[in-house]
């Protein structure tokens, strides 16, 4: 991104900022004064931010106010928001158990991004894990999100180039597929050292009242401690603990 588009980037979410706090409405030159810029750059923005539905003008007073697109963006973070809140208490019980990474991440177009981690004390070294974006194919949790994709779209997925991250990651979209039948069976997924060299781990899903995995917890940790002889235990563990987020998000009516 060039130094001009970070500038209009910055002046854009001013302007969302004006009209959040000093509005309802405010016309052009009013908003122009505000951020010190030219009328005509002003009405630029504003184009741009009304294209993406982030803000209207009223036809009356030909001033503008914020747009419905806000609250469709509002809901997506109080979605998450909800769940972080719901689920941090039993991702807290079973970083307690397995003294390892724990992480809650959902799906963000065909990537995953993690929203919550929960991180054991007695841990000098670790990775901050949240906000930040990693592939389906080769980290547990994707594989999840993967398992419970509807057909057509791991279809999709899978006809791609798949990345190669360590000289452990699944590129064969045959064997993956197959690794995908076996997450759906136990219920759990894992991974050894397919993202990264010496990190192993294990994840399940977060299903909403419909069946649909809207979020994954993981347990994550180094290969000499997350060892393969421990993947089922924990991923049963994880499991149980993906199950009772679900049931507090209505899953079978449960609490």
């Given at each position: 991104?060039?130094?001009?588009?970070?500038?209009?980037?910055?002046?854009?979410?001013?302007?969302?900022?004006?009209?959040?706090?000093?509005?309802?409405?405010?016309?052009?030159?009013?908003?122009?004064?505000?951020?010190?810029?030219?009328?005509s750059t002003a009405s630029r923005l504003l184009a741009t931010l009304r294209d993406h539905d982030l803000v209207d003008q009223?036809?009356?007073?030909e001033k503008f106010r914020l747009a419905h697109g806000l609250v469709r963006?509002?809901?997506?973070?109080?979605?998450?928001?909800?769940?972080?809140?719901?689920?941090?208490?039993?991702?807290?019980?079973?970083?307690?158990?397995?003294?390892?990474?724990?992480?809650?991440?959902?799906?963000?177009?065909?990537?995953?991004?993690?929203?919550?981690?929960?991180?054991?004390?007695?841990?000098?070294?670790?990775?901050?894990?949240?906000?930040?974006?990693?592939?389906?194919?080769?980290?547990?949790?994707?594989?999840?999100?993967?398992?419970?994709?509807?057909?057509?779209?791991?279809?999709?997925?899978?006809?791609?180039?798949?990345?190669?991250?360590?000289?452990?990651?699944?590129?064969?979209?045959?064997?993956?597929?197959?690794?995908?039948?076996?997450?759906?069976?136990?219920?759990?997924?894992?991974?050894?050292?397919?993202?990264?060299?010496?990190?192993?781990?294990?994840?399940?899903?977060?299903?909403?009242?419909?069946?649909?995995?809207?979020?994954?917890?993981?347990?994550?940790?180094?290969?000499?401690?997350?060892?393969?002889?421990?993947?089922?235990?924990?991923?049963?563990?994880?499991?149980?603990?993906?199950?009772?987020?679900?049931?507090?998000?209505?899953?079978?009516?449960?609490?």
């Amino acid at each position: 991104m060039s130094n001009g588009q970070i500038q209009s980037l910055d002046r854009g979410l001013r302007i969302l900022d004006e009209l959040a706090s000093g509005g309802p409405e405010l016309g052009v030159t009013d908003l122009a004064m505000r951020l010190g810029v030219h009328k005509s750059t002003a009405s630029r923005l504003l184009a741009t931010l009304r294209d993406h539905d982030l803000v209207d003008q009223n036809p009356e007073t030909e001033k503008f106010r914020l747009a419905h697109g806000l609250v469709r963006l509002s809901r997506a973070v109080a979605g998450e928001m909800d769940l972080v809140r719901i689920a941090r208490p039993l991702l807290q019980e079973l970083g307690d158990a397995t003294k390892e990474t724990v992480n809650l991440a959902v799906s963000d177009g065909d990537l995953i991004v993690h929203i919550d981690q929960i991180t054991p004390p007695q841990q000098v070294v670790n990775v901050n894990w949240v906000g930040k974006h990693v592939p389906l194919h080769c980290t547990s949790n994707g594989k999840v999100l993967l398992a419970w994709l509807p057909q057509k779209d791991r279809a999709r997925i899978l006809r791609r180039t798949l990345q190669r991250y360590t000289p452990r990651t699944i590129v064969d979209p045959r064997a993956l597929a197959k690794q995908l039948e076996r997450v759906r069976e136990d219920g759990y997924a894992f991974t050894l050292g397919e993202l990264e060299v010496g990190l192993n781990a294990v994840a399940a899903p977060v299903r909403s009242p419909n069946g649909e995995a809207v979020a994954v917890v993981s347990v994550s940790g180094p290969s000499y401690r997350v060892t393969p002889q421990l993947l089922p235990e924990l991923g049963e563990r994880t499991r149980d603990i993906a199950d009772a987020i679900s049931r507090r998000l209505g899953l079978g009516g449960g609490t």
